[in-house]
């Protein structure tokens, strides 16, 4: 038997239940995993005979927490490829200012930014709170985080993109290469 248990804010776990459950019975299905979940503490617990199951159930329930909505989420359960990845804001800057900061240049006005990151890196990406969370392929994420990374320290929007634009050139010459 494989257990896990993580902390989720009040305010996500309605998302993580879904209207009439439907959330948690389809992320129960998929998975073959009991979701357990004191909405009094926050508290969700996650176990089945599957470890692989609920090690899957469990970035899920970790994507939601983070602020993706259950159908960009259970996009975790579609490709065996893709995988989550979460930047502390809170240990690159303890100030809630400063944090507050680094979100702005993340998302960018109306949202832009964040939407540009995640169109050049193929990655979704949620802002919420102290953390920024990340769902792609490892070599995405890694482009993506290095791109975050950058703009955390100062550098440029311009700059991060033509860093995105570089890398994905370089993918398609890789994809290229290895066809021909």
């Known amino acids: ?10 305010n996500r776990i309605g998302a993580l239940i ?12 998929k998975t073959g995993a009991a979701i357990q979940i ?15 199951g609920v090690l899957r159930a ?13 159908e960009r989420a259970f ?4 490709d065996e490829d893709l995988t989550i990845d979460v930047i ?7 100030s ?5 900061r680094l979100r702005g240049r993340i998302i960018g006005k109306a949202g832009k930014a964040r939407e540009q990151i995640e169109d050049m890196a193929y990655v979704g990406i949620s802002v919420q709170g102290k953390t920024v969370t990340l769902i792609g392929t490892p070599d995405h ?37 290895y066809y021909y």
């Not at 809630?96 to 507050?100: K, Y």
Request: glycine letters at 6%; hydrophobic letters at 35%; a negative charge.
């Open 58 to 70: 469990t970035d899920v329930v970790t994507a939601i927490a983070r602020g993706f909505s259950p």
């Open 1 to 10: 038997m494989t257990v896990q248990e993580i902390r989720i804010g009040a």
């Open 18 to 29: 879904g209207k009439d459950g439907a959330v948690k019975k389809a992320l129960e299905e």
């Open 96 to 100: 809630p200012r400063q944090q507050e």
């Open 141 to 177: 994420l890694k482009n993506a985080r290095t791109a975050l990374e950058m703009l955390i320290n100062g550098v440029p929007h311009e700059t991060v993109y033509s860093f995105l634009e570089k890398k994905r050139r370089e993918e398609k010459e890789n994809i290229l290469d």
């Open 38 to 52: 004191d909405s009094d503490e926050g508290e969700v617990r996650i176990e089945g005979e599957d470890a692989a």
């Open 88 to 94: 502390d804001l809170s240990v690159v800057e303890p």
């Open 75 to 78: 996009r975790l359960l579609e």
